[in-house]
């Protein structure tokens, strides 16, 4: 009996030569975009009140039991500027990580990491008593970030020509100029890329196989 075991590495890069195209990836960016115009053509995404009834977070509501609004804020979006930033860093980034990881996993950690932020985000204005209507799915692309640096640590701080430090730093200005520039959920942001770090954890292993 001989074993081989082989890096998660080989695996991943054969996996992205194998798929190309990011389906999920873009069926999700193409949902966000139809998304966006049906709100759009039924009032505006900039009023607060279509919001609401379009199914953006409102901790008060979700306190009371309408707990759908933490997902579907994730692909809800003020204005067009606020949906083409999201679109734009997950068209590239959201790429790379499901060729690495594979389409159902990748629809995992976007969703779930995406839920973690918007519950983070929940709970955190909760418990402050602040009051705030929010949507948008930089919670889910943070989730897609974190996934992402996992990813990139197990291939020893590269894959492809994405670096560690490239990722990091997206991260850290992304959340400095939410700072700054007001009106961004970086709690949100936070718990995404922190709920995406350990999905990544938990999705992407590496392989070994056995040959007898």
Known sequence: ??????????????????????????????????????????????????????????????????????????????????????????????????????????????????????????????EIGREVVSAGASGAVFAVIGAMVYVVIVHKGKLEDISLQRLLLMAVLSIYFGIVSGGVDNVAHIGGFAAGFLLGMIVYRKGRHSRE
């Open 1 to 126: 009996m001989a074993k081989l075991e082989y890096d998660e590495g080989e695996d991943a890069i054969d996996r992205m030569r194998k798929n190309p195209v990011s389906r999920v990836n873009f069926t999700i960016i193409i949902i966000n975009i139809l998304v966006f115009a049906w709100v759009e053509t039924t009032g505006s995404s900039e009023n607060l009140a279509h919001m609401l009834e379009c199914g953006a977070a409102f901790p008060p509501l979700i306190a009371a039991g309408e707990y759908y609004r933490l997902v579907t804020c994730m692909f809800l979006h003020f204005g067009f500027e606020h949906l083409f930033n999201n679109m734009l860093l997950l068209f590239f980034i959201g790429d790379y990580l499901e060729r690495a990881v594979g389409p159902l996993r990748y629809g995992v950690i976007y969703l779930l990491g995406g839920l973690g932020g918007s519950l983070l985000s929940f709970f955190y204005n909760l």
